[in-house]
């Protein structure tokens, strides 16, 4: 009896332990700025997903960041970026995808050389997202990236408008 019990909780603690690596959220994680010392960095961390945006950063202050980004990989469909920036005035410039499910497939809306300003406070964690809103009157989708403090609450700072269907 004692043997099977700890053959079940064997079996189950490995099954454990593979499904959390398997549900661990994977990122693409890099420092923009070596120099930089560790308290003196903020954290920014891109949410992509395919409705409310799938991002590809390209730029940080002007510098291309995009290889040492992702890599030999490239950017990953639905993958998360985290950037550890310098706090302070910052920029980002990047391609944001949207994209819906229509009767006839996936129709995805591509937004090109997005560049976002915004003065990174120190001590903040902060998150960019993509959102879609229907118009009004008409079929269609305007879309907007904003910007969160996350700190302790996602509290929404800014919101830029970048587009919508046509």
């Known amino acids: 009896m004692k043997k099977k019990i700890f053959r079940f909780a064997f079996v189950l603690g490995i099954i454990v332990s593979l499904a959390s690596c398997l549900s661990s959220d994977y990122a693409h994680k890099m420092v923009v700025d070596e120099n930089v010392p ?16 799938w991002f590809e950063i390209k730029e940080w202050n002007n510098k291309n960041i995009k290889d040492g980004l992702y890599g030999e990989t490239g950017s990953d469909f639905g ?9 302070g005035n910052t920029s980002f410039t990047f391609n944001v995808n949207f994209s819906f499910s229509t009767f006839t497939g996936i129709k995805t809306y591509q937004l090109k050389n997005i560049e976002l300003n915004y003065d990174l406070e120190l001590g903040k964690k902060y998150e960019i997202s993509g959102t879609s809103k229907p118009l009004d009157s008409r079929n269609g989708n305007e879309f907007f990236v904003g910007i969160y403090d996350v700190t302790n609450d996602k509290t929404l700072l800014k919101e830029w408008k970048l587009g919508e269907t046509e």
């Not at 560790?38 to 945006?53: L, P």
């Not at 993958?79 to 706090?87: D, F, H, N, R, S």
Request: avoid cysteine; proline fraction near 4%; charged fraction near 10%.
């Open 79 to 87: 993958i998360t970026a985290v950037l550890t920036v310098p706090a």
């Open 38 to 53: 560790a308290d003196q960095n903020v954290t920014v961390t891109f949410m992509s997903n395919a409705r409310n945006g």
